[in-house]
């Protein structure tokens, strides 16, 4: 499904409610997809929400979870994998806001 995404956390500190505006915050567009995938570091199923755009990279959200649902939004929330100066993953607790993109 085609939507729009932001997201809540920036380095796993929670942005304020006002920012998360389309005028104020990144917005991501793309497709919206959430699958069981093998996790490959730990060995284990894992559910994962990815949005594939016209960006470098597809948004990743690990062990997703729906929080909420109303309308033509959710909000989803998980583990968002992030790479640190010296290149190893850092994991933080991520939300997004997803809006249907309806244009």
Not at 40 to 58: E, W
Request: charged share 30%.
């Amino acid at each position: 499904m085609r939507v729009r995404m932001v997201k809540m956390f920036q380095s796993g500190v929670e942005l304020e409610k006002r920012k998360l505006h389309d005028r104020y915050a990144r917005v991501y567009r793309g497709r919206l997809t959430i699958a069981d995938v093998t996790h490959q570091g730990r060995h284990r199923p894992s559910k994962v929400a990815r949005i594939v755009g016209d960006y470098d990279s597809a948004c990743e959200l690990y062990d997703v979870t729906l929080l909420w649902l109303n309308d033509n939004r959710l909000t989803l929330t998980g583990d968002e994998r992030i790479a640190n100066d010296q290149g190893k993953l850092v994991y933080y607790r991520q939300s997004w806001l997803v809006m249907l993109d309806t244009e």
